[in-house]
T-cell receptor, first 112, second 115 residues
Framework: DQQVKQNSPSLSVQEGRISILNCDYT??????FLWYKKYPAEGPTFLIS?????DKNEDGRFTVFLNKSAKHLSLHIVPSQPGDSAVYFC???????????FGQGTILTVHP | EPEVTQTPSHQVTQMGQEVILRCVPI?????FYWYRQILGQKVEFLVS????????KSEIFDDQFSVERPDGSNFTLKIRSTKLEDSAMYFC?????????????FGAGTRLSVL
């Protein structure tokens, strides 16, 4: 199932700089998208979401951009902090009753 | 802040044995889900549950799997006869409703090891 793809397995960023995590999808029926963060030994924690009728949603340091024509979304973290180091999952929903389809995840490392 | 709790955190079992993974969803949530993540792979949807019925299940959720809400607080996943390939992290999630307006909150997971 490759409907949601995160092509970068890892990303390394300096503290204070911008982190950009990318996600591509293939299913046009997805109508909302979410980013989750996951620390080791914990469950995914919701970060931010965006509906397909919007192209941007912002919450503090986190902004999600959606480009429907390209079937691409990205998560921007500005400024990045060492505590942001985690695995970030892109997920998509709307094709059926609550089911979320996840990407493979991107390991973000923010260096002090 | 309310949270989804899962027990046990780690379950070790022998192949062919039955296991029950337990979850306590957030109290005012009505929709419940199980996902799993095999080591090194994606988080995969297993099943969604509402009003004491399965709303949807994936291909993975075959006859060996069942879910139940035995009382007003618990939500369980049973694997009748475990296989080696069932070894994974199992996550329970809950939401107020399944729409985009209401996010799914996840528990910390149960690591199932089938020997």
């Amino acid at each position: 199932d490759q409907q949601v793809k995160q092509n970068s397995p890892s990303l390394s960023v300096q503290e204070g700089r911008i982190s950009i995590l990318n996600c591509d999808y293939t299913n046009s029926m997805f109508d909302y998208f979410l980013w989750y963060k996951k620390y080791p030994a914990e469950g995914p924690t919701f970060l931010i979401s965006i509906s397909s009728i919007k192209d941007k949603n912002e919450d503090g340091r986190f902004t999600v951009f959606l480009n429907k024509s390209a079937k691409h979304l990205s998560l921007h973290i500005v400024p990045s902090q060492p505590g942001d180091s985690a695995v970030y999952f892109c997920a998509a929903g709307g094709t059926s009753y609550g089911k979320l389809t996840f990407g493979q995840g991107t390991i973000l490392t923010v260096h002090p | 802040e309310p949270e989804v709790t899962q027990t046990p955190s780690h379950q070790v079992t022998q192949m062919g044995q039955e296991v029950i993974l337990r979850c306590v969803p957030i109290s005012n949530h009505l929709y419940f889900y199980w996902y799993r993540q095999i080591l090194g792979q994606k988080v995969e949807f297993l099943v969604s549950f509402y009003n004491n019925e399965i709303s949807e299940k994936s291909e993975i959720f075959d006859d060996q799997f069942s879910v139940e809400r035995p009382d007003g607080s618990n939500f369980t996943l049973k694997i009748r006869s475990t296989k080696l390939e069932d070894s994974a992290m199992y996550f329970c999630a809950s939401s107020v409703d399944p729409s985009a307006k209401n996010i799914q909150y996840f528990g910390a997971g149960t690591r199932l090891s089938v020997l």
